[in-house]
């Protein structure tokens, strides 16, 4: 059985905070895939960063960076200096045969 | 390029009335998915296809739901005697193909009311 929990349903920050969105995922399975995708008020998903299960290191790009722990489950992503265009929800999404989207935690940032 | 679009982008209809919502996916991606996302809730999976075939059709909620592709590109799916817990936004995706590495790219979805 697979299980992805989100466990923060919404957060806000203010401006140039630094916000961590947290993403457990439980398989049994030993080759998967994670991927972050955010959906911002206008509906359309879009795809930003992902992570095979062999790769633990830690990650940064532009404002974005992620943190794998197989030994915990976790996928979380950091945003750096948030802005208010980063309002959104955003979506942990693991693939294994099929992709397999978390509840999703909106994140609010106020100017 | 242009990216996934789906069409209509809005669909109202009554209850017991069939409904067919068309996806446009990327050109030469050779996956396509189906989700349905209700209000304010997550995404529910619905099928998949690779090329033309339907080898995961384990997310349709039931018999009313179908889906084809044709020429490996243009898909659509039908909602028959169409009921209001149908109601929802449907998004499309493609995908380079079935590698689990490939991220999915979206389209707008529709959303369908079913009064």
């Known amino acids: 059985a697979q299980k992805v929990t989100q466990a923060q349903t919404e957060i806000s920050v203010v401006e140039k905070e630094d916000v961590t969105l947290d993403c457990v995922y439980e398989t049994r399975d030993t080759t998967y895939y994670l991927f972050w995708y955010k959906q911002p008020p206008s509906g359309e998903l879009v795809f930003l960063i992902r992570?095979?299960?062999?790769?633990?290191q830690n990650e940064i790009s532009g404002r974005y960076s992620w943190n794998f722990q197989k030994s915990t489950s976790s996928f979380n992503f950091t945003i750096t200096a948030s802005q208010v265009v980063d309002s959104a929800v955003y979506f942990c999404?693991?693939?294994?045969?099929?992709?397999?989207f978390g509840t999703g935690t909106r994140l609010q940032v106020f100017p | 390029g242009a990216g996934v679009s789906q069409s209509p982008s809005n669909k109202v209809t009554e209850k017991g009335k069939d409904v067919e919502l068309r996806c446009d996916p990327i050109?030469?991606?050779?996956?396509l998915y189906w989700y349905r996302q209700s209000l304010g809730q997550g995404l529910e999976f619905l099928i998949y296809f690779q090329g033309n075939s339907a080898p995961d059709k384990s997310g349709l909620p039931s018999d009313r739901f179908s889906a084809e592709r044709t020429g490996g590109s243009v898909s659509t799916l039908t909602i028959q005697r169409t009921q209001q817990e149908d109601s929802a936004v449907y998004l499309c995706?493609?995908?380079?193909?079935?590698?689990?590495?490939?991220?999915?790219?979206f389209g707008p979805g529709t959303r369908l009311t079913v009064l």
């Open positions: 992570r095979n299960s062999f790769d633990e």
């Open positions: 050109s030469g991606h050779t996956a």
């Open positions: 999404a693991p693939n294994t045969d099929k992709l397999i």
């Open positions: 995706a493609s995908s380079l193909d079935r590698e689990g590495w490939n991220e999915q790219f």
